[in-house]
């Protein structure tokens, strides 16, 4: 349902974009959310958008930094990452659902994750 891609290996201070491509009907009205989980750490959230009027959501750490956007004739989100830090090291999870939220619970579907490495 859900394809994540787009992570890889950066230096601090770089950029990445993630994309996560969904497929399936109830998808296309389905808020999305990007998660990260860095090694030995519980799975944190970091961004969401609403599917009606892509109002977007951030984490406190991502703040200024991160940029989701959603193509919804793509049935995509992104996740534009900029200014990357260290401490950004994570592997990177797209998640669907019909309820905003800003914790994984009420997230319907989940994407295979996508290894995002900043090096200094």
């Known amino acids: 349902q859900l394809q994540a891609s787009g992570g890889g290996l950066v230096q601090a201070g770089g950029s990445l974009r993630l994309s996560c491509a969904a497929s399936g009907r109830d998808t296309h009205t389905s808020n999305m959310g990007w998660f990260r989980q860095a090694p030995g750490k519980e799975r944190e959230f970091v961004a969401t958008?609403?599917?009606?009027?892509?109002?977007?959501y951030y984490a406190d750490s991502v703040k200024g930094r991160f940029s989701m956007s959603r193509d919804n004739d793509k049935n995509t989100a992104y996740l534009q990452m900029n200014n990357l830090k260290l401490e950004d090291t994570a592997v990177y999870y797209c998640?669907?659902?019909?309820?905003?939220?800003?914790?994984?619970?009420?997230?319907?579907?989940w994407g295979q994750g996508t290894l995002v490495t900043v090096s200094s």
């Open positions: 998640a669907a659902g019909p309820e905003l939220a800003t914790y994984s619970r009420p997230y319907t579907y």
């Open positions: 958008i609403r599917w009606r009027d892509r109002k977007t």
